[in-house]
């Protein structure tokens, strides 16, 4: 419902012949762009900035659906694409106390890529737009730290204090003239079928989403236990069985899947969840599961946001406990990293992954990249310590041609 002083506001949707002229026409008006989600033949690109609407603490998400809900009311929409709708992409803290911001982006333009057809979202300027602040450094945590935060978090799942912590770390890599584009279209290159990203700041390619849904039918994707993935067509088929067949992995893998299960039930119909399989990225294998639903009538992809984050795969079960863990063993703020990233559209439709295998732009000739691993009774923590390794390799991989330039 429009409240006072909510101005309505044009928006205009037309269908477009060629993407690539009208990128290249967005970006000559615009500069870079400000915002870009890509899988397969899905891409979103935003540039310019209508509005950054910032949210903060434990009601971030449901506080960003609503906001995005009464923006969506204002819009007066002149479209001769069907089913075409307003736009904005998000990135969210993982923390309810983290001093990163939380936020909605609403591109001045959104080229919109998909099955073969595009469109094109124009807007002006219509605000609120709530500038970046600056944000405390990260605290350091070095490798021999973080392989005593993990033993001390074993020694408390085995006291029965919880049963999975994920425990993260992170690294600064030096990027001189950091080509962003370049580095998204390494990722995704090589890590195909992952969800590419660069929101306000943030950018990776996470193999794991929280929630899409479109048209009312609602997936999700489950990640929890990794293997290293060997060029040995043998070796790798080893790590494969060795993955599916482990207990370790099986256990933490089963507490995501559970805490999927708990959380997604109060707001959809026809659940499905499908068996665990080995999902193989270009350096590790992962345990994963697909789940299918039907969302509730007045269900959008930021309220099933707020019911999943943070799952079981990046905080831990249960999950206050998890998350006490972590604030007490981790010494530095997550940031956006682990929190949701992705797109909404104006019927609540939209795709939010997790951001892993990311890291933040710091500045022109820095990012900070973030990796993390679940912990549970059976953990080593030096194996933990590799793994996390495995995981800011793609980050690495994808600033490297910068660095070497």
């Known amino acids: ?37 890509r899988r ?35 819009a007066v929409v002149d479209s001769d694409a069907p089913d075409a709708s307003p736009v904005a992409f998000g990135a969210f803290a ?7 911001q939380s936020v909605l982006l609403v591109p001045r333009v ?11 979202i124009d807007l002006d300027e219509v605000g609120p737009v709530v500038p970046p602040t600056t944000v405390p450094p990260v605290a350091p945590f070095p490798p021999e730290a973080y392989e005593r935060a993990v033993d001390e978090a ?29 580095a998204l279209r390494l990722l995704e290159d090589r890590y195909r079928g992952a969800w590419v990203f660069a929101v306000d700041g943030v950018f990776g390619a996470s193999p794991e989403t929280l929630a899409t849904v479109r048209g009312g039918a609602a997936t999700s994707r489950v990640l929890a236990g990794t293997a290293p993935r060997d ?56 345990l994963a599961t ?30 206050e406990a998890a998350l006490a863990a972590i604030e007490a063993l981790e010494p530095f703020d997550r940031r956006r990293y682990a929190g949701p990233v992705g797109w909404i559209d104006g019927r609540g439709d939209g795709e939010w992954a997790i951001a892993l295998r990311s890291a933040e732009v710091e500045g022109p000739d820095r990012v900070r990249a973030f990796a993390g691993a679940g912990v549970v009774a059976g953990s080593d923590p030096h194996q ?22």
């Not at 950054?52 to 609503?66: E, I, M, S, Y």
């Not at 993982?94 to 990163?100: E, I, P």
């Not at 390799?393 to 600033?399: F, L, S, T």
Request: charged residues 25%; without cysteine; aromatic residues 6%.
């Open 154 to 182: 074993v020694r408390r799942i085995r006291q029965g204090a919880f049963e999975k912590v994920v425990l993260a770390r992170h690294v600064v890599l030096d990027t001189p003239d950091l080509d962003l584009d370049a």
């Open 231 to 286: 060029q040995d067509p043998t070796a790798d088929d080893a790590n494969r069985a060795a993955l599916l067949e482990s207990p370790k992995n099986r256990f933490e893998h089963a507490l995501a899947v559970d805490s999927l299960l708990l959380t997604l039930g109060p707001a959809t119909d026809d659940l499905d969840i499908g068996r665990p399989f080995a999902l193989g990225l270009r350096n590790v294998w992962h």
């Open 1 to 37: 419902m429009l409240q006072p002083g909510d101005a309505p506001f044009p928006v205009t949707i037309r269908r477009i012949a060629s993407a690539a002229e009208e990128l290249a026409a967005a970006g000559a008006q615009h500069g870079p762009p400000v915002a870009v989600w």
């Open 40 to 74: 397969d033949d899905d891409v979103l690109t935003g540039f310019g900035t209508a509005a950054r609407l910032v949210f903060a603490g434990p009601g971030r998400v449901l506080d960003a659906a609503a906001a995005w809900r009464r923006f969506v009311a204002r």
């Open 94 to 100: 993982f923390a309810d106390r983290s001093a990163a």
């Open 384 to 405: 933990e310590l590799e793994e996390t390794g495995w995981k800011l390799q793609p980050i690495r991989e994808a600033v490297a041609p910068v660095r070497a330039g």
């Open 110 to 120: 959104v080229v919109v890529q998909r099955g073969g057809a595009a469109h094109r």
């Open 290 to 319: 697909d789940a299918t639903a039907r969302v509730r009538a007045g269900v959008g992809a930021l309220d099933l946001v707020a019911l999943l984050h943070p799952t079981a795969a990046v905080a831990g079960a249960p999950r």
